[in-house]
Every structure is written in C-alpha cells, then in structure tokens.
C-alpha cells in the first residue's frame, strides 16, 4: 500500500528551525518528483519546494528562498524540507506529495499523485 507520513512539525518561536520529514512506503521514490505543500486556514494549498525526478533540480517559492532547503534520501525513501528563519506567516500544515514519473516536478499540486496527512508547524512567540 503506497503511503506518506510526515514528521516533524511542532510549536516554535519566530527565527527557530525545523525539518521535516517524509517516509514513503510501498513505492521508491527514484521515479517520482516529490514536493512539499502547505495550508493555513481559509487558504489554498500552496507549494513551497520540489525536487525534479529527471535531474534532481529543485524549485522553491519565492516566499520561502533563501529559508527552506529540500532534499531526498533515495535509499531511506525520505525526503525532508529543512525550514530556517522561521516566520509567524509560515504557520501552516505541511503535506509532502509525490508525483509519478520521471519529470520536472512543479509547485502546483494538480499533478501530484500521493500524498501525506500533513504536520502542524506553528511559528509564534
């Protein structure tokens, strides 16, 4: 069964760091692009990273540059976002998708096939 738990998240002052993580089951993620998305409430789903599955590349939101850091673990089928600089605007759930096939990866979550339940990250002082 093709599954995605993430981790990770969790009550943080402004400034303070987090990674989060995501455990993929059932499926390897060498084909797939993966990214991360997140939600606040009474807002739209919105992407912050991806990793392409042709080359590796990865794509952030202009909102998180210079923040947010994606990376995949092929062999423990992880992937993580590490989160500087954290701002109360960051407050959101955090959901990692997949996207199969072997592809650049977008910020869009049209196309993405799986994804996780998401994880709590709440930035306030």
């Known amino acids: 069964q093709l599954q995605l738990v993430e981790s990770g998240g969790g009550l943080v002052q402004p400034g303070e760091s987090l990674r989060l993580s995501c455990a993929a089951s059932?499926?390897?993620?060498?084909?797939?692009?993966i990214g991360w998305f997140r939600q606040a409430p009474g807002k739209e789903r919105e992407g912050v990273s991806c990793?392409?599955?042709?080359?590796?590349?990865?794509y952030y939101a202009d909102s998180v540059k210079g923040r947010f850091t994606i990376s995949r673990d092929n062999a423990q089928n992880t992937w993580y976002l590490q989160i500087n600089s954290l701002k109360p605007e960051d407050t959101s759930v955090y959901y990692c998708?997949?996207?199969?096939?072997?592809?650049?990866?977008?910020?869009?979550?049209?196309?993405?096939?799986?994804w996780g339940k998401g994880t709590q990250v709440t930035v306030s002082s």
């Open positions: 059932g499926f390897t993620l060498d084909y797939y692009a």
């Open positions: 990793i392409s599955s042709t080359d590796g590349s990865t």
């Open positions: 998708a997949a996207d199969r096939g072997f592809k650049q990866c977008v910020l869009s979550p049209d196309p993405y096939d799986y």
